[in-house]
């Protein structure tokens, strides 16, 4: 595993920011954000503020929140095999006793 591939957790993020000699308030104003954001980064998900801090320690988001990023891949349908079905309200006349 190299650098970019490890998993990180909290305390690590938060040590690689200090070696860096950054905190994460001051991290938030560098770039224009509420420090709050910052500091709940750790339980609340902030894709934006993430992102900065992430950049900041040269990692990916995925490598530090494994888990707000899954990896599966999209589940989009072959319209050819899974052709769309008709609607089943086209065919059926409004019931006009039933809705008055």
């Known amino acids: 595993m190299t650098k970019q591939d ?3 957790d ?3 993020v938060v040590a690689e ?6 905190t994460l308030t001051e991290l938030a104003k560098r770039n224009g954000l ?3 954001v910052f500091r709940q980064v750790k339980n609340r998900t902030s ?9 900041f ?3 990916k988001p995925e490598n530090i929140w ?3 990023y899954p990896k599966g891949k999209p589940r989009i349908l072959d319209t050819n095999k ?3 079905v008709a609607s089943q309200k086209a065919g059926a006349a409004a019931d006009g006793k039933v809705a008055a």
């Open 6 to 8: 490890a998993v990180m």
């Open 10 to 12: 909290w305390p690590a």
């Open 17 to 22: 920011l200090h070696r860096n000699g950054m």
């Open 34 to 36: 509420n420090p709050n």
């Open 47 to 55: 894709y934006k503020a993430q992102k900065i801090i992430a950049d």
């Open 57 to 59: 320690i040269g990692q």
């Open 66 to 68: 494994p888990s707000r």
């Open 82 to 84: 899974y052709p769309p």
